[in-house]
């Protein structure tokens, strides 16, 4: 299937304006390159920046607040390769999330690689979910549902953050929504090379594992989930792909993972879509829809809980 034609426009704008080929810059300067931030258009009852204690200082973070009783709370860790990224780049997704869910979520602006490496941004992930644990009556209620969401990256600190919490007996995840993981580590399986994508493809892929850890590194379940020795035990998912995404097959696959060790997983597939299409819904009616879909999900999830 063709690229959905709203994607498509972004990627001609992109390479019209000259945007620079991941590794073609150090990342410091290309996280410093000023991107167009989209205007509010989703208004939230409360959004603040705030910051949690973490292994190596404060990190900070980003709680929107969609009423005065949350039905729950959702830690999310932003894409961006482990890499690039920050407490802006997902937002416009997020108003839309702590609407629809009627759940607070915690951004998290976990350190990022080359200067800080693999494992800085697992330790600020558990670190995010477990003071939100210890601080689920302020955010939500004593009994509320907490929840790990990701997209990218920030979805593989998710399948490792839920791993974890299980190994440690806590803090308990009632559900994991994973947009597009990254759960294998592998650069050179068979599926990096499957096709040639309109984005995110081999290389770009390569630079963001060698910023974040080396290939010795790389078989460790904290990096790579889907090599955990054990899948049981883990909570229940909402596993999000995108047909023209070199990660489809690593989702798909660790979907399958967690249904073996017990999970129940809801999968939800877009045609016509590219890896990062899931933050673009303040420009994109495919990303609208797929949030539509997570909120579906997750507000049916929280019904049975």
């Given at each position: 299937?063709?690229?959905?034609?709203?994607?498509q426009?972004?990627?001609?704008?992109?390479?019209?304006?000259?945007?620079?080929?991941?590794?073609?810059?150090?990342?410091?300067?290309?996280?410093?390159?000023?991107?167009?931030?989209?205007?509010?258009?989703?208004?939230?009852?409360?959004?603040?920046?705030?910051?949690?204690?973490?292994?190596?200082?404060?990190?900070?973070?980003?709680?929107?607040r969609?009423?005065?009783?949350?039905?729950?709370?959702i830690?999310?860790?932003?894409?961006?390769?482990?890499?690039?990224?920050?407490?802006?780049?997902?937002?416009?997704?997020?108003?839309?999330?702590?609407n629809?869910?009627?759940?607070?979520?915690?951004?998290?602006?976990?350190?990022?690689?080359?200067?800080?490496?693999?494992?800085?941004?697992?330790?600020?992930?558990?670190?995010?979910v477990?003071?939100?644990?210890?601080?689920?009556?302020?955010?939500?209620?004593?009994?509320?549902?907490?929840?790990?969401?990701?997209?990218?990256?920030?979805?593989?600190?998710?399948?490792?953050?839920?791993?974890?919490?299980?190994?440690?007996?806590?803090?308990?995840?009632?559900?994991?929504?994973?947009?597009?993981?990254?759960?294998?580590?592998?650069?050179?399986?068979?599926?990096?090379?499957?096709?040639?994508?309109?984005?995110?493809?081999?290389?770009?892929?390569?630079?963001?594992?060698?910023?974040?850890?080396?290939?010795?590194?790389?078989?460790?379940?904290?990096?790579?989930?889907?090599?955990?020795?054990s899948?049981?035990?883990?909570?229940?998912?909402?596993?999000?792909?995108?047909?023209?995404?070199?990660?489809?097959?690593?989702?798909?696959?660790?979907?399958?993972?967690?249904?073996?060790?017990?999970?129940?997983?809801?999968?939800?597939?877009?045609?016509?879509?590219?890896?990062?299409?899931?933050?673009?819904?303040?420009?994109?009616?495919?990303?609208?829809?797929?949030?539509?879909?997570?909120?579906?999900?997750?507000v049916?999830?929280?019904?049975?809980?």
């Open positions: 299937m063709p690229v959905d034609p709203q994607l426009a972004m990627l001609d704008a992109m390479q019209a304006i000259g945007w620079p080929k991941l590794g073609s810059l150090p990342a410091a300067e290309l996280r410093a390159i000023p991107r167009p931030r989209p205007p509010v258009v989703t208004e939230v009852r409360s959004v603040g920046d705030a910051a949690l204690p973490g292994p190596a200082g404060d990190i900070p973070i980003r709680i929107y969609p009423s005065e009783r949350p039905a729950g709370v830690v999310y860790y932003h894409g961006g390769g482990w890499t690039i990224g920050d407490l802006d780049t997902a937002d416009a997704a997020l108003r839309l999330i702590a629809q869910t009627g759940c607070t979520v915690v951004s998290v602006d976990y350190r990022l690689a080359p200067e800080n490496p693999f494992p800085a941004a697992v330790e600020d992930a558990m670190a995010a477990a003071w939100a644990a210890d601080h689920l009556g302020e955010l939500a209620a004593p009994e509320a549902p907490l929840m790990v969401m990701g997209d990218s990256a920030g979805a593989n600190l998710s399948a490792v953050v839920c791993l974890l919490a299980r190994d440690a007996g806590g803090p308990k995840i009632d559900l994991q929504i994973l947009v597009y993981p990254a759960t294998e580590g592998d650069v050179d399986a068979p599926s990096m090379s499957a096709f040639e994508p309109p984005f995110l493809d081999r290389q770009d892929m390569v630079w963001f594992y060698d910023q974040y850890a080396p290939p010795e590194h790389r078989r460790d379940p904290r990096l790579a989930p889907a090599r955990a020795a899948h049981a035990g883990l909570p229940d998912a909402v596993l999000v792909t995108a047909e023209l995404d070199l990660l489809t097959a690593e989702g798909e696959a660790y979907a399958h993972t967690l249904e073996q060790g017990g999970a129940t997983v809801v999968r939800l597939h877009y045609e016509g879509a590219i890896h990062g299409f899931f933050t673009m819904a303040a420009h994109l009616d495919l990303g609208r829809r797929a949030i539509d879909d997570v909120c579906r999900a997750i049916g999830h929280i019904s049975k809980t």
